[in-house]
């Protein structure tokens, strides 16, 4: 285990200890406050372009399986956290830190994570790098090169292949921003045939499917510049029902007419508060998003259905008479709690009617 | 929704004596949940037994009633006060067992009370063993195969059915009390005796065993609007088979992958709907098989807890007060979350640090036996400890308990992992002990079934000493910190360096080397913390930045045992609201989770660390406070004062020097000469010639105990050359033995006084029921005395006066005195808080110890406006609480050896009302009707007709063997005689097992027919019957045989006439 290092774009330095690959990862620093499930997180595609910190105490305590990858991948360019360990487990024999290091990911350990929390939360979301190789100047020149992440659309990067999944209940087409295989999987477990289709897919090539719905996924990046998407959904809209999760959310929003802004430090974790409208049930959530939909002024048809007891963003709209709904959260979990799990019945619910 | 406006006064159970499973965790919880709801406007009844307890401080409720916990004084105290409405679910097991009480004997119907937080359906659900497991099968939440069973014929049918190993449960008891297991049909039968005797209904579950399954406990709490959260999920390092009150526990779990974590999230949740909890706190245990996946529930309990409150100082989330507040109305997301303000309580808090509870043992009291952990639980405190990692916290927290005894080393590794084989209190460090010698993770996790992740860390701290060099100026900084990051105290470093602790200190100092203070924030940082929880650690930036005005220090009492339970703590949390008072910032520095000082709502700043020199230095340095208290929490600070002054630290109140003066006995005894005050003659010796020697000129009987001793640790008395040479043999006693002339029949006193060192205020002198020689721990008191006579009143005041001047006191100081021929002899003076300090302070209605931090913080008695007169329209009683239920091998006597766990108060017109309400407060209520058994040593005989004579008068019948039978008979009064157990059935066990007998009075003789004897207070401690074994106890119990419950008006504190 050798010395590494941590960098923030305003020139905070943090000594850690490379327990992962050899290399340099540059992009967006962000932390998740999620305590385990930590191999499903880093398979996560909407971490692309991110740098992510585990603010658990350690990590890596348990083996890892192929039940618990969200995709094919490691995502996030590094991985950053008080202890990485390498335990065996039940799910597998190969620990977290050596399935890394098999994955090429740069991880370090022994860095002061709490220090690092406390500094986005207090300084908003910055870009940072962390290396093996370089030295703090060195990389700090390169972080501050490095483009960041706003007006970036990652969604056809994130993609995965056109496939499908389940094969009765009523077909809907899920485009592919970036799509976990815990929501193929909801989808699927729900009673609905999937068509998956990558982003950039158009309304024309969606409609040819013969969907009775349409879902959009989770993904990186900034929502605002994911346009061919947006410009898909325009062209479905109220033609079949429309359901979004997270970055879907936000995409639906932009549809319907709304903007997203940047929030300070995103929302990463498993312990969520979210409100519903229609009840005043309070769920505890899956959140992994640094961008928020603005509700300041909702267009005709447009509600605000859920809301973060956190912060008072904006955690899901519908549009009734669009068919559209869309939540910023994630029901499938994976890691985290099933609180939101019904929301897969009540898309199929509302496909089927 | 909002608060209920249908309720205006809400009387709150409180938990009762400190026993074993149910300690000072329920002060805490029923603390903040008085408060919580004193703040929302209601009326507040509260009813505990306890002075002990903050709780029960006549601030904290409209009305207080130290009173028994059962149906007679509650319907009293709902007639006198008409409650709307119960809260049950703050006061433990003893709470809810009473509302279930209330509501069968129509209390509740009759004067129109509603439960709130748990109805009688939902505790019923939870606690009836069978319908918690119908309910289970309904909602498709798996339970362990099990029958009930409600005597041995039935239990011997269902064991053929469940197939062995089986776990037995009665139902309806406290922390798992009569549990055990039994491995083959031969162990059943005692096993099945005991548990069927232990529950209240003679019912038990008897259950397939997942003895070395893995338990981990969820804390859900519910609202009315179905909204539900989990606070914390607790893992246990020990397996299912052991306690989880003795069990090593962690927050958050650490070795759970999501499918694990949410299984249990999602049952934890089916299970607290399905059973119908509200409004309010639960806590689930389940078993989860690793390698299978399989999990099943196996209990959950509808109420705050000990794990509650384990979880609300882990994460920062205060589930009593939160529950508290749901009770009336409010829903999860209408509540703030107390540490960030800004977000709701209707969220899961997250952890980026790693917080581990060891539980304290204190066996070397009861037994000399190696007694294994089973599914009852035996430890009698705990501590906790947060670290950056999961060996940080878990070295903290092993120093953090501050062990009497020693680790009985094995010979060998072997030997070890073989004894590891049956868990015992000792297993953890056992397990460090043969990793220190090349035991491995796996061997560890074969031998205790502890899981490889956490033998893996063991090892991991065990080893950390290795890489450091043996001489401390050797030691880098790297080395230093690599060190301490891993889990490594100063002392640690000093065993292995051969250092002091303080030297380790001063060169980790001169290294740079320092802990950081970080937030317990419920949110691992995401929002900023406006509350103010510490724990240190080794970070690169510290989160606790100086505060605006002076501080105070008050250190904490660390883990309850036997000699240092929550009347410490009780004092330690008056010092805090003192310091505020008089304005200054209080900072509290404890690790115990069972305490209302680890509130982080009872101080300006906590730091949940372990009260040793190495963590109180590193905080006094960190905030530069004006000075420490160290006189209010018992041995524990006070052995820092002197090391805390030598580097620097200003101890407030009393000095070390003059502390020192009263502990030290050369010293002590040249003051007493000098003073003019007499003491029973005493020396110092060590070897056995020595002591033979040194003891033939104190004379005998004597008193003998190591010259350090805490609750009275190996004390003793002997009568003779052969005894002493006995006791040598036992207890082995290391450097210096200190030999006290033992008087005799003598009456000891307690007196709790203030003093600036020059004018001292006596706040309270007690004469104890028992005499001299049972430890005043252990004794009944009285306040005021009731039989010592004006005069002698009088000199012990004067002389607690004399001493506290000459000493330097500045704060409190107790002295006990033993009254003989109407001489006081001094036994021992200690200038700090007593046990009865609390007592004192609910008795007489004086804040003893506001006034003595006042003195401490530079007033002068002058200054505190003290009452003048001293006039009682009442007397009070504190009785102690035995744990012999809990070891029913143990004889319960009592002896020079403290044992007691907690204690009650009664307060009435007379001493019997008093004393026959402290009776029924603990457990130990007289009876009424019935038959006493008698026997005494001959040297109670002169006693025993007076005895039987108030036993007769009050229509009880007399039961008695041989020579006690005769000096009863020969009085006159009617008697039975009964066979001794060496006659020969039927004897008086049987009559005793067979429920034929009301109440025990079994006196030891101090020689010979000892077995006789043990084996009769064992039966009835089996029994459930009242056990008296002092012949003063004897006298009172008797005397007071006549008092009807019915009539006897209960006491509110608040209506109490002083001065």
Known sequence: MSAAVIVLEDGMVLPCRSVGAPGTALGEMVFTTGMNGYQEAVTDPSYLGQILTFSAPMIGNYGTGDQALESGRVWPGAVIATRIGDSPGVAGPVGFRSWLIAQGVVAVEDADTRRLVRHLRDHGAMRGGVSTELGAEELLALVREHPPLDDRDLSLEAAGARRSLGDNGPTIVAVDCGMKQGILDGLAGSGMRVEVVPAGTTAEAILALGPDGVFISNGPGDPAACVPVIDALSGVLGKVPVFGICLGHQLLSHALGLRTEKLPFGHRGANHPVQRAEDGVVEITVQNHGYAVVADSLPDGVEVTRTSLFDGSVEGIAAPELLAASVQYHPEARPGPHDATYLFRAFRDRVAS | ?1059
């Open chain 2, 1 to 1059: 929704m909002p608060r209920r406006e249908d309720i205006r006064t809400i009387m709150v159970l409180g938990s009762g004596p400190i026993v074993i499973g149910q300690a000072g965790e329920f002060d805490y919880s029923g603390t903040q949940g008085c408060r919580a709801l004193r703040d929302e406007g209601y009326r507040i009844v509260l009813v505990n037994s306890n002075p002990a307890t903050i709780m029960t401080d006549p601030g904290v409720a409209d009305r207080t009633y130290v009173e028994p916990l059962d149906v007679q004084a509650a319907e009293r105290i709902i007639q006198a006060e008409q409650p709307d409405a119960i809260l049950p679910t703050l006061g433990g097991q003893t709470a809810l067992n009473l509302a279930i009480d209330l509501a069968e004997a129509g209390v509740l119907e009759r004067h129109g009370v509603e439960l709130i937080g748990a109805d009688v359906d939902v505790i019923r659900r939870a606690e009836d063993r069978d319908l918690f497991k119908e309910c289970m099968r309904e909602v498709g939440v798996p339970v362990l195969d099990s029958r009930i069973a409600t005597d041995l014929e039935g239990a011997r049918e269902a064991a053929d059915v469940l197939g062995y190993p089986i776990i037995l449960r009665p139902a309806f008891t406290l922390g798992g009390e009569g549990g055990g297991v039994a491995l083959t049909p031969d162990d059943l039968e005692p096993v099945v005796t005991n548990a069927l005797a232990a529950s209240p209904i003679s019912q038990v579950l008897m259950e397939r065993s997942v003895t070395g399954w893995d338990e981990i406990e969820l804390e859900v709490v519910r609202d009315r609007n179905d909204n539900a959260v989990i606070v914390c999920t607790i893992e246990n390092l020990d397996p299912m088979g052991v306690h989880t009150g003795d069990s090593v526990t962690v927050a958050p779990a650490m070795t759970l992958d999501d499918r694990e974590q949410q299984l249990l999230r999602d049952a934890a949740i089916q299970v607290v709907r399905a059973v119908g909890v509200e409004t309010g706190g639960a806590n689930v245990q389940f078993a989860l098989n690793r390698a299978t996946g399989e999990m099943v529930v196996i209990e959950m309990n509808p109420r705050v807890s000990r794990s509650s409150a384990l979880a609300s100082k882990a994460t920062g989330f205060p589930i009593a007060r939160i529950a508290a507040r749901l009770a009336i109305g409010y829903t999860l997301d209408e509540l703030p979350n107390d540490i960030t303000k800004v977000t709701p309580a209707s969220f899961e808090p997250t952890l980026d640090y790693v917080a581990v509870k060891v539980p304290r043992f204190a066996f070397e009291k009861l037994t000399e036996d190696r007694v294994p952990l089973s599914t009852y639980m035996q430890s009698v405190g705990e501590v906790l400890a947060l670290g950056r990692t999961f060996g940080e916290a878990l070295g903290k927290a092993l120093s953090a308990r501050e062990l009497d005894a020693r680790l009985d080393e094995p010979a060998s590794v072997d030997e070890a992992l073989e004894r590891l084989r049956k868990p015992s209190w000792d297993r953890f460090d056992l397990m460090m002990w043969a990793a220190a010698r090349g035991s491995t993770a796996e061997q560890l996790h074969a031998s205790t079934g502890v899981h490889p992740w956490f033998t893996h860390e063991i090892v991991a701290l065990a080893t950390a000493a290795e890489g450091l060099p043996e001489d401390l100026a050797a030691i880098d900084h790297d080395q230093m910190l690599d060190a301490r990051r891993r889990g490594l105290t100063d002392r640690d470093i000093a065993v292995r360096t051969g250092a002091s602790e303080a030297e380790v200190g001063q060169r980790r100092h001169a290294l740079g080397v320092r802990p950081s203070y970080r937030a317990v924030d419920t949110c691992a940082a995401e929002f900023a913390a406006i509350t103010p929880y510490y724990y240190g650690t080794f970070g690169t930036e510290s989160e606790s930045t100086p505060l605006d005005r002076p501080s105070v220090v008050v250190l904490g009492s660390g883990p309850n045992r036997i000699g240092q339970g929550i009347e410490f703590d009780y004092c330690c949390v008056h010092a805090a609201m003192t310091a505020q008072e008089l304005g200054y910032a209080a900072i509290m520095i404890n690790c115990n989770p069972e305490t209302v000082s680890t509130d982080h709502g009872v101080s300006d700043r906590l730091y949940m660390e372990p009260v040793t020199l190495d963590a109180v230095l590193d905080i006094c340095q960190a905030e530069q406070p004006l000075g420490v208290i160290a006189q209010l929490g018992g041995q524990t600070p006070l052995r820092l004062a002197a090391p805390l002054k030598a580097a620097g630290v200003n101890v407030l109140g009393t000095s070390p020097e003059a502390i020192d003066m009263a502990e030290d006995r050369g010293r002590f005894g040249a003051l007493l000469g000098d003073l003019g005050l007499k003491a029973p003659p005493w020396a110092m010796a060590e070897g056995e010639a020595d002591l033979l020697a040194a003891a033939e000129d104190v004379g005998y009987p004597a008193l003998v105990r190591p010259s350090y001793v805490l609750g009275g640790r190996a004390m003793a008395i002997v009568s003779g050359p052969d005894e002493l040479r006995a006791w040598m043999a036992k207890e082995k006693p290391q450097g210096l033995v200190m030999v006290d002339r033992f008087l005799a029949g003598a009456t000891e006193i307690d007196v709790d006084a203030l003093s600036d060192g020059e004018s001292t205020w006596i706040a309270g002198v007690m004469e104890h029921v028992e005499e001299a020689g049972v430890h005043s721990g252990d004794s009944a008191c009285v306040l005021p005395p009731q039989g010592i006579g004006d005069d002698a009143d009088a000199d012990v005041r004067r002389q607690a006066a004399l001493l506290a001047e000459a000493i330097g006191v500045k704060g409190l100081l107790n002295v006990q005195f033993a009254l003989r021929d109407g001489t006081a002899y001094v036994i021992e003076a200690n200038p700090r808080a007593s046990r009865t300090v609390p007592f004192v302070a609910k008795a007489t209605g004086v804040p003893v110890v506001r006034h003595a931090v006042r003195l401490m913080l530079g007033e002068s008695i002058g200054d505190l406006g003290l009452p003048a007169g001293r006039a009682m329209n009442h007397v009070a009683v504190k009785e102690a609480v035995l744990p012999f239920a809990r070891f029913p091998w143990a004889d319960p006597v009592l002896g020079p050896e403290m044992r007691s766990t907690g204690e009650v108060m009664g307060i009435g017109a007379t001493f019997t009302e008093a004393f026959a309400k402290a009776q029924r407060g603990a457990r130990q209520a007289l009876p009424r009707s019935g038959t006493v058994f008698l026997s005494v040593r001959d040297e109670d005989k002169p006693r025993v007709a007076g005895l039987a004579a108030d036993i007769h008068a009050a229509g009880l019948e007399i039961v008695a063997t041989g020579g006690t039978a005769s000096a009863v008979a020969a009085a006159g009064i009617p008697v039975r005689e009964v066979n001794k157990i060496s006659d020969g059935p039927p004897h008086v066990a049987d009559l005793i097992l067979g429920g034929e007998v009301a109440m025990v009075v079994c006196t030891p003789s101090g020689r010979g027919d000892r077995a006789d004897g043990a084996i009769i207070r064992r039966a009835a401690v089996r029994a459930g019957v009242p056990c008296i074994t002092t012949i003063e106890a004897a006298e009172a119990g008797a005397q007071s045989l006549g008092v009807d419950p019915s009539v006897v008006a209960p006491v509110a504190l608040q209506d109490l006439v002083i001065g």
